[in-house]
């Protein structure tokens, strides 16, 4: 792995077909959205995995709630920052692309990024416990009464909770676009959680370029070509105009 400074960056991206981008995290906590490992204060006495599963939701599903209505506050409160806007440029730069997102703020889609798979699903999402079925309610705010579906079951945020299967048409579109392409960039995840941290592994398997973004190293940097030691908002951006520069080159050409 070989640690580069952005004026390579061109030498990279030069020539990809496909580029897939696996982002968590650490993307999102530059826009203010708390990361699922770092502190975040008010929740931090309470690990993750703790309460993103449905063991805590039929404990307790008032706290469950509790913990999301906050984290809904939190994200209607922030917007896209830089790292997410050259997600989306580069996105239409590329003559093929595919963004992947543990994240569940929909804040990629919000900054203009159109091919996004959400394998975790999405915050903003009421699901049936009991039937599964999914409603997106903007004015539905839990304050206290556990909301039902029309089946009689309970409504849970559309989320993919630890020790549940993701959605199989999601995951199985992006182990095709890992197994495919020919850039695979990772940027802000802790590459812990499983099986999206497979995405990486699958993408190296098959030969593509592995390019990871991350102010600290994970399990993953061994697999990395590049490892970019820093922030979402400050390296993506560079890396869109490095995309600009090449697209203007050929287009001259
Ligand atoms: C499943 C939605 C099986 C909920 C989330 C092997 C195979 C399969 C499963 C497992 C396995 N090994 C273990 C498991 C179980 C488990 C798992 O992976 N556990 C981990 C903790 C070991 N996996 C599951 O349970 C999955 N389900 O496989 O079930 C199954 C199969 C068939 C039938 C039934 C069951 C489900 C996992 C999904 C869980 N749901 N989210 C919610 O949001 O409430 S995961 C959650 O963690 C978020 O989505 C988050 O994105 C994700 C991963 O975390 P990261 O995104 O990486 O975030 P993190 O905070 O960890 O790291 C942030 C990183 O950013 C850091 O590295 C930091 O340095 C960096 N950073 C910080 N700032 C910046 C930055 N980088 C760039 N710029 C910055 N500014
Ligand atoms: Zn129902």
């Not at 309470?46 to 063991?55: D, G, I, S, T």
């Not at 197994?179 to 959680?193: A, K, N, Q, W």
Request: charged residues 20%.
């Amino acid at each position: 792995m070989q640690a580069i400074i952005p004026c390579d960056i061109a030498y990279i991206i030069k020539n990809k077909e496909h580029t897939v981008v696996l982002s968590g995290a650490g993307i999102s906590a530059e826009s203010g959205v708390p990361t699922f490992r770092g502190t975040d204060g008010l929740w931090s006495k309470y690990r993750p995995e703790e309460l993103a599963c449905e063991q805590a939701f039929l404990a307790d599903p008032e706290l469950v709630w509790s913990w999301y209505q906050y984290r809904r506050d939190v994200i209607k409160s922030v917007k896209p920052h830089a790292g997410h806007l050259a997600l989306a440029s580069i996105e239409s730069l590329s003559p093929q692309f595919t963004l992947i997102t543990q994240n569940v703020d929909g804040l990629h889609v919000r900054a203009g990024s159109r091919r996004v798979l959400e394998l975790h699903g999405n915050i903003m999402v009421n699901k049936c416990h009991s039937c599964g079925e999914e409603t997106r309610d903007e004015e539905f705010r839990f304050a206290g009464e556990i909301p039902k579906c029309r089946c009689g079951g309970m409504l849970r945020p559309g989320v993919v909770w630890f020790g549940e299967s993701l959605p199989v048409d999601v995951l199985e579109q992006a182990i095709t676009a890992a197994g495919s392409c020919d850039l695979f960039i990772s940027v802000g995840t802790s590459s812990i959680v499983y099986p999206a941290a497979s995405l990486l592994e699958i993408a190296h398997e098959k030969g593509a370029v592995i390019l990871e973004i991350n102010p600290e190293t994970t399990p993953h940097t061994r697999l990395a070509d590049y490892h970019l030691s820093g922030s979402a908002g400050q390296i993506l951006p560079v890396l869109a105009d490095a995309y600009k520069s090449l697209h203007s080159q050929t287009a001259g050409d």
